[in-house]
């Protein structure tokens, strides 16, 4: 097992088991959409953001059971097993005392089906939050296992490069899901701005058109620039961030199922982004700038286009979130 999950069996847990409650029963928390891939790096590269958030109020019970509320009457799946906030919780309570669940209300404000990680937020957000009632019980790793049933849930398949920035904050390289091993990356404070056009694309679709086998010549080309855009966060060279954030094997396949994309990726590289591509699964585009005039630049350079083509949009300016989902009123 890898040395970040926790060698606590459930068993044990259950004997070492200590008093709850000092942190009282309800948290509310405010969970953080993210931006996956970051273009090169299907499924191990993520970034969290500080805008927008779903805001979560998450309650302890003293039964076992898992209860989900949508607070704005958004259509959420209200069963435990089915919904992303859910199925990581359901989960964390069999590693506990059987007199402990978790009442969750969600207040969705990351759309589904966004492409900024709206599924991720729900997970992440409950599974931190149940933490925190717990008094910080289980590690972050533990945290990631748990919401990554979030994700199975919604697209069909683990993965945990929105979970994990979600959770620990700022930019995060999945290295492995079997054994878990993230590994965070430190990066310059740099602008994000993302355009949703308002069509729905679901993860699961979009992973089902992906071709399964990749030439040679393609991934020689995407581990040079998942290398270099590593390198380049870490380094704070934006150049080399620039010119790594390309893609040449998801990117072709799934951009033709977002109008304008070719348009708006050339557009905002030359109105000064450093670059961007698809967030996540899509439809959201996003694109990196290194200072708030350009993001502000490229959001005008979006909302013309999407005027232009005469498609619906929401666009966000903001940051990278260093801190993960964040604990509002605990
Ligand atoms: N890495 C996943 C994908 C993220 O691109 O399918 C989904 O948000």
New binding site residues.
């Given amino acids: 097992m890898n040395e970040q999950v926790s060698k606590i069996s459930a068993n044990d847990r259950k004997l070492n088991y200590f008093p709850l409650g000092d942190r009282g029963k309800t948290v509310q928390v405010l969970a953080p959409a993210t931006v996956?891939?970051l273009v090169c790096g299907?499924?191990v590269l993520g970034m969290c953001l500080n805008e927008p958030n779903d805001l979560m109020e998450i309650k302890l019970l003293d039964e076992k059971k898992i209860v989900i509320i949508s607070a704005d009457g958004y259509p959420l799946p209200l069963d435990p097993a089915l919904n992303t906030a859910g199925a990581p919780l359901v989960e964390m309570i069999n590693e506990l005392p059987d007199n402990i669940g978790f009442e969750v209300t969600i207040h969705k404000k990351i759309k589904p089906g966004s492409?900024i990680?709206s599924s991720a937020a729900s997970a992440a957000g409950a599974v931190v939050g149940a933490n925190y009632l717990l008094n910080d019980f289980f590690s972050k790793p533990d945290l990631v296992r748990f919401a990554m049933f979030g994700e199975k849930v919604a697209?069909g398949v683990k993965?945990a490069?929105?979970i994990a920035p979600g959770i620990y904050g700022g930019i995060t390289l999945i290295r492995s899901i079997h054994p878990l091993d993230i590994v965070p990356i430190s990066s310059p404070q740099l602008f994000v701005t993302i355009v949703h056009p308002q069509i729905e694309v679901r993860?699961s679709d979009?992973?089902q058109i992906l071709r399964k086998e990749v030439l040679l010549k393609d991934a020689i080309k995407q581990w040079g620039n998942i290398a270099g855009l590593v390198a380049g966060f870490i380094q704070n060279d934006l150049a080399l961030i620039g010119r790594s954030l390309e893609d040449v094997i998801?990117e072709p396949v799934r951009s033709i199922l977002i109008p304008g994309f070719d348009e708006v990726k050339l557009k905002c590289k030359v109105t000064g982004a450093l670059g961007g591509g698809i967030s996540?699964?899509g439809p959201s585009i996003f694109m990196l700038s290194k200072d708030k005039k350009t993001a502000i630049e490229v959001e005008t350079v979006m909302k013309e286009i999407y005027n232009k083509i005469g498609l619906a949009y929401h666009t966000y300016v903001t940051t990278i979130n260093q801190t993960g989902v964040k604990i509002v009123i605990g």
């Fill in positions: 996956a891939n299907f499924d492409g990680g697209s993965h490069d929105n993860t979009a992973r998801i996540g699964s």
